[in-house]
């Protein structure tokens, strides 16, 4: 599996047919939208909602959209923020993590979410942190077991809605094969 950043030329828009994907794999997730209230009708996603939704991501030079692709075929989204506003929060945050539903509990949001931290590690960050919404505890549960720590609840910065925050240490990864023995 690969991340690679989307990156919008200004005045050209998102090539095709990467706004028919990215639409088809929101649409899978409508349990999430329908808790997130991101779109007027979680049953009726439509490409021009997704583009708007992701045009006031790429607004922020600080966040980046990467899509998780494998084999060729979209398999997630992601959106990081490399600093947030909070002047007193030095951790890099993940914004989104998104899998295609169909594609769910089969290891992609675990292998996506490590290559998210693998890109932090390698820019020298030192931890991560996301916010979950109060009303997704699946989505919590699934944060905690790759190692994400409650840190706070409240509400979150767009719309207002309850939600918990969680960071985790990016330690070190040691190379492959370290620490073991090697024959004699």
């Known amino acids: 599996m690969i991340l690679t950043p989307l990156t919008v030329v200004p005045g050209e828009g998102v090539p095709d047919p990467l706004p028919a994907e990215l639409t088809a794999l929101y649409a899978t997730n409508r349990a999430y939208h329908a808790l997130s209230g991101d779109f007027p009708d979680p049953d009726d996603i439509r490409p021009e909602q997704v583009m708007a939704e992701l045009a006031g991501e790429w607004a922020n030079p600080d966040t980046e959209v990467l899509l998780a692709r494998d084999g060729g075929r979209l398999v997630g989204v992601v959106i990081t923020l490399a600093h947030h506003p909070d002047p007193d929060d030095p951790d890099p945050w993940i914004g989104l993590l998104m899998v295609d539903g169909r594609l769910h509990r089969r290891g992609y949001g675990r292998r996506i979410a490590g290559l998210v931290e693998d890109r932090f590690r390698a820019a020298g960050r030192t931890a991560v942190r996301l916010a979950v919404l109060d009303a997704n505890p699946g989505a919590l ?12 609840h409240r509400a979150d910065r767009e719309r207002g809605r309850p939600c918990t925050v969680l960071r985790k240490e990016l330690t070190v990864r040691e190379p492959s094969g370290a620490g073991r023995p090697r024959p004699a």
């Open 141 to 152: 549960a699934f944060w905690t077991r790759l190692g994400y720590v409650p840190l706070a």
